[in-house]
Nanobody, 119 residues
Framework: QLQASGGGLVQAGGSLRLSCAAS????????MGWFRQAPGKEREFVAA??????NYADSVKGRFTISRDNAKNTVSLQMNSLKPEDTAVYYC????????????????WGQGTQVTVSS
């Protein structure tokens, strides 16, 4: 089970940090990541991590940083220089066997947390 937190309302240029805690049995062999879905749009990949390997969507490179604490079974997403187009519900995901930007490669999902960036 994944529990995401940390969303909210922020002005453009501001920062937010999302966190996702995994309960139950988890494995450091599995990828954890973040996706987002804006109203009327498809769910899109944001970032993923396994050990020290990371991957980011082009739209967030240089602004977002994903990190993982394997001892605590948590994954975080530090979001800086936020833009109005980053507004979406952000979902944490886990369980992929390799880093992927395809959402159906991840069998486990959190409930989503709303991020709203005002202009």
């Amino acid at each position: 089970q994944l529990q995401a937190s940390g969303g909210g309302l922020v002005q453009a240029g501001g920062s937010l940090r999302l966190s996702c805690a995994a309960s139950g049995r988890t494995s450091t062999r599995y990828v954890m990541g973040w996706f987002r879905q804006a109203p009327g749009k498809e769910r899109e990949f944001v970032a993923a991590i396994i050990w020290s390997n990371t991957n980011y969507a082009d739209s967030v490179k240089g602004r977002f940083t994903i990190s993982r604490d394997n001892a605590k079974n948590t994954v975080s997403l530090q979001m800086n220089s936020l833009k109005p187009e980053d507004t979406a519900v952000y979902y944490c995901a886990a369980g992929a066997l390799y880093i992927s930007n395809i959402h159906n490669q991840y069998p486990f999902w959190g409930q989503g947390t709303q991020v709203t960036v005002s202009s």
